[in-house]
């Protein structure tokens, strides 16, 4: 392996660490409420995309089977954090939005994961995580965009 292959094994591989043991701690500081699946769905909307979006439209920005995608969403919207739309069967109709109960839970949410998350990069620069923030998402954004998409 070259330099450059060690150093993207080990971005991702920090990466998918990261993700497990934040989703792992998370998930259990939740337990019965909120899954993290349903934490995505309200970022999404209250991040990336506030106007309605499809179950496909979803499915796609999550690169999930539609058929998953639509038995979380059906769960949230039993819930009351989203609502189901024209769903006529067909995921591409089907409309997704955000409710105010959602949008109170993703606040919750983002209320009780803060205090653990600002503990594990307390020592780290605000510019260093600015800079892999910014870094982060510019692959996520080159990943969105591949043709093979």
């Not at 939740?30 to 699946?37: I, K, T, V």
């Not at 997704?96 to 020592?123: C, F, N, S, Y």
Request: with cysteine.
């Amino acid at each position: 392996m070259d330099d450059m292959t060690d150093t993207l094994l080990g971005l991702f591989t920090e990466v998918a660490i990261l993700e497990h043991l934040v989703r792992s701690r998370e998930e259990r500081h939740a337990a019965g409420e909120h899954s993290m699946g349903d934490f995505g769905v309200l970022n999404y909307f209250m991040t990336n995309h506030p106007s309605p979006d499809s179950i496909s439209g979803i499915a796609w920005c999550f690169q999930e089977d539609e058929a998953y995608t639509r038995a979380k969403i059906e769960g949230m919207a039993a819930r009351d954090l989203v609502t189901l739309t024209a769903d006529t069967g067909d995921n591409d109709k089907a409309m997704v939005m955000i409710t105010d109960i959602g949008r109170e839970a993703h606040v919750q949410i983002v209320e009780k994961a803060a205090p653990d998350i600002r503990l594990a990069v307390a020592e780290i620069p605000r510019e260093d995580l600015e800079t892999t923030f910014r870094t982060l998402r510019d692959i996520r954004l080159t990943l969105d965009n591949l043709p093979d998409r």
